[in-house]
C-alpha cells in the first residue's frame, strides 16, 4: 500500500531560521516519484519538486534542498534562511511508476515563519 | 503557455441543493484532469480522474459524480449536497505523458 506521512503537523519559526519538514513514505514499487507542493493562504498547490526513485542525489534551488533517502524511505525538504513569504501548508506525494494517474498526499506540514 | 481556470473560487450552499463545479484547462490538449479534496486540516484526497472525454474514473464512493463534456473541461456535480461535501475542491491536470500534476486555485464550498 502507498502511504505517506508528514508527522510535523505544525511548526514555528522566526525568520532566518533553517527548517527541515520530514517526509517518510511507504510503498512496494520498485518505480516511484515523490512530489513536494506548496499551498500559500491563497489555496493554490504549488508544484516545487519531482525525484524519481532511481536518483538519490540532493538537490537545491535557491534556499530549498531535497534529501531522499531509500534507506529510511524518506524525502525531506529544508528551506533555508526561511523568510515570512516561506509561510504555507507544505504537501509531500508519492505516485506509482505505472500509473501517475493516483498520486498519494501526506496530510502537510503547516509553516509559520515569523518576521 | 499552460492555465488552469476553476470556479468558483467561494461557494456556500444548503444541504440538498445541487452542485456544479467547473475546471478547465488552457495551453494544451489530452491533459490527464483531476478532482481532488481536501478537509480541514487534512490531506487531499483523490474523488475523481479523466484521461479522455468521457471517461471517468472514481476513487471514492460518495455523493459527487464528475464529468468530462470536452477535452479541456472537467465538472464536478452532486445532485443533492450533504454536510459533510463541505470542503476544498482542488482542480488538477497532467500533461499527457508527463510525470507531476499542476493544480488551480480551488473552491472552498461551505454546505449548510
Known amino acids: 500500500a502507498q502511504k505517506v506521512t508528514q508527522a510535523q503537523t505544525e511548526i514555528s519559526v522566526v525568520e532566518k531560521e533553517d527548517v527541515t519538514l520530514d517526509c517518510v513514505y511507504e510503498t512496494r514499487d520498485t518505480t516511484y516519484y515523490l512530489f513536494w507542493y506548496k499551498q500559500p493562504p491563497s489555496g493554490e498547490l504549488v508544484f516545487l519538486i519531482r525525484r524519481n526513485s532511481f536518483d538519490e542525489q540532493n538537490e537545491i534551488s535557491g534556499r530549498y534542498s531535497w534529501n531522499f533517502q531509500k534507506s529510511t524511505s524518506s524525502f525531506n525538504f529544508t528551506i533555508t534562511a526561511s523568510q515570512v513569504v516561506d509561510s504555507a501548508v507544505y504537501f509531500c506525494a508519492l505516485s506509482h511508476g505505472y500509473n501517475f494517474n493516483k498520486f498519494y498526499f501526506g496530510s502537510g506540514t503547516k509553516l509559520n515563519v515569523k518576521p | 503557455s499552460q492555465t488552469i481556470h476553476q470556479w468558483p473560487a467561494t461557494l456556500v450552499q444548503p444541504v440538498g441543493s445541487p452542485l456544479s463545479l467547473e475546471c478547465t484547462v488552457e495551453?494544451?490538449?489530452?491533459?490527464?484532469l483531476y478532482w481532488y479534496r481536501q478537509a480541514a486540516g487534512r490531506g487531499l484526497q483523490l474523488l475523481f480522474y479523466?484521461?479522455?472525454?468521457?471517461?471517468i474514473s472514481s476513487e471514492v464512493p460518495q455523493n459527487l459524480s464528475a464529468s468530462r463534456p470536452q477535452d479541456r473541461q472537467f465538472i464536478l456535480s452532486s445532485k443533492k449536497l450533504l454536510l459533510s461535501d463541505s470542503g476544498f475542491y482542488l482542480c488538477?491536470?497532467?500533461?499527457?505523458?508527463?510525470?507531476?500534476?499542476?493544480f488551480g486555485q480551488g473552491t472552498r464550498l461551505t454546505v449548510v
Open positions: 488538477a491536470w497532467r500533461p499527457l505523458g508527463g510525470l507531476s500534476a499542476f
Open positions: 479523466s484521461v479522455g472525454i468521457g471517461q
Open positions: 495551453g494544451t490538449s489530452n491533459p490527464n
